[in-house]
């Protein structure tokens, strides 16, 4: 498996691949890979002769230094995961803050019409910002024609697909289906932190957002919100940050349903002070 951390030599092998008419996809991830991401690689591998799965942890898309810090480096143990997939075509790109940022390691300043300040926005300060800093980075290197994102980032996925509209940059963005572990919590790199009794309450969220859903169909917005802050004030090892039953294309919150509209659920969950996402169709 070829390993680059180094931009120019990456760009120099895709140049090749691309003369020859091979097709390429990328998988921006931040390592710590899980059955999810190897979702996605196996999407892109369906749909193209290589993928790029590139591994860096992001520095500028991080408002809690802590978290920063504590974020899992596990490369050699992902790159073994990859090759159970496959040795021949994955690149995998795994770069150095440098390579990325050169000597200049701050976030550019986007609007996404308004899609940035929702939800983890209000919570994350400068988050998209940074996110759209490395993935235009990232398409800027690999110039891939498919790029695969998991909608448990429901929000960032539909920041992204803004990103490529607004810079007119020729990709096809593709959202994949939330993976799950058995027991429904979707899986996350954080997920390795939590403690053993944090795991075992976890799974709570989705549960929750599985009768949000069913409720939905009979009760407003309002109500459903106010049924799931009363489920988590009955979870102590559970913290509720916010829950938001929102418009998918606007990702506004929803005042009064329409049947012309699509909504999903947002949820942001403190188990310990491991953060969790989740988020979930409604109709």
């Known amino acids: 498996m070829k390993i680059f951390h180094n931009n120019t030599e990456l760009s120099h092998c895709l140049d090749g691949l691309k003369t020859k008419g091979k097709s390429i996809g990328l998988v921006p991830t931040m390592g710590a890979l899980h059955d999810g ?60 803050v440098k390579d990325i940022y050169d000597d200049n390691v701050q976030s550019q300043s986007f609007a996404f019409d308004g899609l940035e300040n929702e939800m983890e926005g209000a919570f994350r300060e400068g988050h998209f910002d ?25 929000q960032q996925l539909q920041i992204i697909r803004k990103l490529v509209e607004l810079y007119h940059i020729p990709v096809k963005v593709i959202g994949c289906p939330i993976h799950r572990a058995v027991d429904g919590l979707a899986m996350s790199s954080r997920n390795t932190r939590l403690t053993p009794e944090h795991r075992k309450a976890a799974p709570f969220i989705y549960k929750t ?70 988020n979930i169709a409604l109709n």
């Open 130 to 154: 940074g996110v759209g800093t490395i993935v235009k980075r990232l398409f800027e290197i690999v110039r891939p024609q498919r790029a695969y994102f998991g909608q448990k980032d429901f």
């Open 37 to 96: 991401h190897l979702s996605l690689v196996d999407k892109g591998l369906s749909e193209n002769d290589y993928v790029v799965v590139s591994i860096f942890v992001n520095p500028t898309q991080f408002n809690n230094k802590e978290d920063l810090i504590k974020y899992p480096r596990t490369l050699d143990a992902d790159v073994s995961l990859l090759k159970t997939i496959s040795d021949s075509t994955i690149l995998v790109y795994a770069p150095t």
């Open 209 to 278: 957002l599985k009768s949000a859903k069913i409720k939905f169909g009979t009760k407003s917005a309002k109500k459903v919100t106010e049924w799931v802050e009363k489920q988590f004030k009955k979870q102590p090892l559970l913290e509720l940050e916010y829950f938001t039953i929102a418009d998918t294309k606007t990702l506004k919150p929803v005042k009064r349903k329409s049947t012309k509209k699509t909504y999903r659920a947002f949820i942001a969950v403190y188990a310990g002070d491991i953060r969790l996402i989740d």
